[in-house]
């Protein structure tokens, strides 16, 4: 889910269920579509399920805390997928096992592997993130990877180890609001601000290459990474899969939807930017990249799965059609049996494929 409610009281628990969503570039989405579909189910299950579920999620919270101190946690990771696996098959005894694996793995996860900074957003908000840096001296070239839903940079820090590991210095910062930083979520409007400003912040640094910027961005933080684009020219490539291009789309999808999930995001959107689109039409404007088609130089390609129902597919392609109707670079890729993202191992694959290489020709 792209938006969570904002009450002090529950945020946390709140945005810990969407970590666990969005960790592995989307693959543990299984899991909570998973609870999901058990909804008030749960009293008619074992007792050995209830508590299975629960060890589940004290685990994914576990391993998210050494992400966040900035530990190599991609083993403890794979183990805890070889559980939901297990789970998924109804098979709790073998998941109940798994997990405990799992914690005696992340116990070994010693390898620190990034370095947490702060700086300043332009308004004066505290914003952090994590730092993955290369084998050898800098400066390099630089990926930002912007996080999906209301998470935190640490939820792909595999993603940036992937990237680091082709010679990039990236960066996986936490938008206002979210992980270490402060501030309250924005939905693509702020944050953008704070993705600007830490590319700012480390060319300060010395440890960024002149202009040689990317950036990846996935639902949520895929729209942040089109506007940063559209606001700082020197990003030279983007990578966005499963973002929304439009708000008042994102706005319009759930009137009238009868998925709770869609319809939670919808008022959670309204209840974000202080109105709906007849309201306050600037608060929408100002979110929607397909606003700012024009203002994006960098070569973009975008990603989306053609049964997403939270992001219909017809967002990616009216960017794209605005992108090359202003005479920008812009492919447009469309797997058709996803939904949001791309979950199949193989199409999961061939995304990381296309975005180191649109990397290695862009940056």
Known sequence: MLFH????????????????????????????LVLTAAGGCFIKETIDKALVTKKGLDVANAISAKARDGYDVRPARAKWLEALQAYTADDFTKTNALLEETLAVLDDCDDKVAERIYYESTDGTKVSG??????????????????????????????????????????????????????????????????????????????????RIGIY???????????????????????????????????NNGTGATDPQIVQLRDELVSMVGGTPDEVPSEYAVRSAINYADKIDAPVLLIHGAKDPLIPVNEAQRMYDALKAAGKNAELKIYPEEAHCVNDPAGRAEVWEMMFNWFQTHV
């Open 217 to 251: 961005g996935q639902s949520h933080g895929a729209a942040v990474a089109l506007l940063a684009a559209s606001r700082y020219p020197a990003i030279k490539a983007v990578v966005e899969e499963a973002g929304f291009t439009d708000a008042v789309d994102l706005y």
């Open 130 to 211: 994590l730092l993955f840096r290369p084998e050898g001296a800098g400066p390099w070239p630089l990926i930002v990877v912007c996080h999906a839903g209301f998470g935190e940079g640490a939820d792909f820090s595999e993603v940036a180890l992937m990237v680091r590991d082709k010679g990039y210095v990236v960066f996986n910062p936490d938008f206002r609001g979210s992980g270490k930083s402060e501030g309250e979520h924005e939905g693509a409007k702020g944050e953008v601000e704070d993705v600007i400003s830490g590319i700012k912040y480390l060319k300060s640094e010395g440890l960024v290459d002149d202009n």
């Open 5 to 32: 409610g904002r009450a002090e009281d529950d945020r946390g628990s709140r945005r810990t269920t969407v970590r666990v969503a969005f960790l592995s570039a989307c693959l543990l989405i299984l899991f909570l």
